[in-house]
Each structure stands twice: as structure tokens, then as C-alpha cells.
């Protein structure tokens, strides 16, 4: 694939991805609560998630995705329950001095949260459904071409999805105190119960 379309396609998905969506809410929530470190399955998910609807362009199955509307809907309500545990936990933490308190719960399950934010999100599903058609001759894709584009979306995600857990995490890192942290929490808490919403609403 020649590097123009692949630049194009980048800068776009790049554009995409720094608009504030229930993604990213998501993950700076959970950075703000948890720490950098518990975040990265999440992030990973939603990269995961990326990654299916890249595969579903480029296999043409724009036609079965708008069949299966309501697995869809199943997967964004999965994902938002998920979110909403997890504002729980954040808001209900007890925090020490200098300690992260909440580790988030487990990797896999931040995972499975992170990929289904993605596959339940309709900015997401048009992004590859609809625009990327625009943007990449997808008749003419060869399986080099697809391994190109899978590695533009996991670099590209990973630098803006990672960077802003990673400035959440260093903002936590102000907060020293146990009333401060525990008003940190609190606000991540709310934060990700309105991404949940966002999910839970979007259609």
C-alpha cells in the first residue's frame, strides 16, 4: 500500500480517536482511579475493537454488521454495565496516603470493557464502515495492505488512546492526600458512569 493512503488514513483515524468520546472518558477515568498500568487492558480492548471493525471493512461485512444490530446493542449494554461496576468501585474506594487504592479489578475484565466501549460505539462503526471505504481502495486490498492498516490503527490508538491515560495517570499522582484521592476518585467515578451512559444511549 502506498504511504500516502496509509498517512491519509492515519492522520484520520488519529483525528478520530483525540475527539472525546465514552472511550476515552472511560479510559481517563480509570487512569484518574486506578493508575496507569491497570488502564492498558482497557486500552488494548478498545484497540482489540478497532481491530475487528478494520477486519469487518475489509472483508465487506458492512452488510452482516447492520444485520446483527442487536448483538450490537447487547455488546454497548455489556459494556456499559462493565463501566458502571467499575464507577461504583471508584466512588465506594477508600483511599490511603500515597497508595493507589484501587487497583480496578482484573486485567481481563478491563479488556473485555475497553472492546466492548468500541464495538458498542457508533462513531467507531461509521469511522470504518463508511469512511474508511473513502479513504482506502478496499477491492484492490491485499493481505500485506491489511497487515499495514492493522498496524496504523494499533500505533496510532496506542500513542493518543495511551497518551491520555498516561497524562490521567500523572495527574493522579498530584493528588497525595487521602481526602484528596478520595475526591478523585469520586469525580473518576462520575466520569465513568457518564461514559457508561454515552454507551447505554448512543444508537
Known amino acids: 500500500m502506498d504511504w500516502t493512503s496509509l498517512l491519509t488514513f492515519a492522520a484520520a483515524l ?13 479510559v481517563i477515568a480509570r487512569a484518574l482511579g486506578a493508575g496507569f498500568r ?7 480492548g478498545l484497540i ?33 454495565a462493565y463501566l458502571v461496576y467499575l464507577a461504583i468501585r471508584l466512588f465506594l474506594a477508600r483511599p490511603e496516603a500515597g ?9 481481563s475484565g478491563a479488556f473485555l470493557a475497553g472492546l466492548f466501549v468500541t464495538l ?23 493481505a500485506l495492505g491489511f497487515v499495514e492498516l492493522s498496524a496504523v490503527v494499533a500505533v496510532v490508538l ?10 490521567a495517570a500523572r495527574a493522579r499522582l498530584l ?3 487521602p481526602a484528596a484521592r478520595r475526591i478523585l476518585n469520586r469525580v ?8 457508561a451512559a454515552a454507551i447505554a444511549t448512543r444508537s
Open 14 to 26: 488519529a483525528l478520530a480517536a483525540a475527539i472525546p468520546g465514552p472511550g476515552v472518558a472511560a
Open 38 to 44: 491497570p488502564t492498558v487492558p482497557m486500552v488494548l
Open 48 to 80: 482489540a475493537g478497532d481491530l475487528v471493525y478494520l477486519s469487518s471493512a475489509a472483508l465487506g461485512l458492512g452488510v452482516i454488521a447492520a444485520t446483527f444490530g442487536g448483538l450490537f446493542t447487547l455488546i454497548r449494554w455489556a459494556g456499559a
Open 99 to 107: 497508595a493507589l487504592p484501587v487497583r480496578g479489578g482484573r486485567r
Open 120 to 142: 458498542g460505539n457508533p462513531k467507531v462503526i461509521l469511522f470504518y464502515l463508511a469512511l474508511l471505504p473513502t479513504i482506502i481502495d478496499l477491492g484492490g486490498l491485499t
Open 158 to 167: 496506542l500513542g493518543v488512546i495511551g497518551g491520555y491515560a498516561a497524562l
Open 175 to 177: 493528588f497525595e492526600s
Open 188 to 195: 473518576a467515578g462520575v466520569t465513568m458512569m457518564g461514559a
